[in-house]
C-alpha cells in the first residue's frame, strides 16, 4: 500500500508563498494520478488540484493563476507552488493518490496552513 507524507506548511502573512511536498512510497508512482486538496476548520475537504499520470493539470476555480502543482516521478514527489495566498486558503492541505475510479484511495496526514497577519 503506498504512503504518502506531506511537509512544507506553515504560517505566512497575506500575499506570501508556500511550496508543499507530498513524497509517496512504492514503486509505480509515475502510474497514478495524484491530487491536492484542503479543508478549513468546520468546513468538508475540498479539491484543489490534481495532476495526472500524463502532466495533465487541473485546479479548482479559486486557486488558478496562483497555484501550480507538480510532480518528479524520479523522487516520487508532488509538488503545490502557492503564490499570493490569501486568508481564506488557510486551511490543512491533504495529499491524495487517485484510484482507477477517479476518487481518492490513499491520503497523507495533511499539513496546516496558515495565512495570517
Known amino acids: 500500500q503506498v504512503q504518502l507524507v506531506e511537509s512544507g506548511g506553515g504560517k505566512v502573512q497575506p500575499g506570501g508563498s508556500l511550496r508543499l511536498s507530498c513524497y509517496a512510497s512504492g514503486s509505480r508512482f509515475s502510474l497514478y494520478a495524484m491530487g491536492w486538496f484542503r479543508q478549513a476548520p468546520g468546513k468538508q475537504r475540498d479539491f484543489v488540484a490534481a495532476?495526472?499520470?500524463?502532466?495533465?493539470?487541473t485546479y479548482r476555480d479559486a486557486v488558478k493563476g496562483r497555484f501550480t502543482i507538480s510532480r518528479d516521478n524520479a523522487n516520487n514527489t508532488v509538488y503545490l507552488q502557492m503564490n499570493s495566498l490569501y486568508p481564506e486558503d488557510t486551511a490543512v492541505y491533504y495529499c491524495?493518490?487517485?484510484?482507477?475510479?477517479?476518487?481518492?484511495?490513499?491520503w497523507g496526514q495533511g499539513t496546516q496552513v496558515t495565512v495570517s497577519s
Open positions: 495532476i495526472m499520470s500524463s502532466g495533465t493539470t
Open positions: 491524495g493518490l487517485y484510484g482507477g475510479n477517479g476518487l481518492p484511495i490513499s
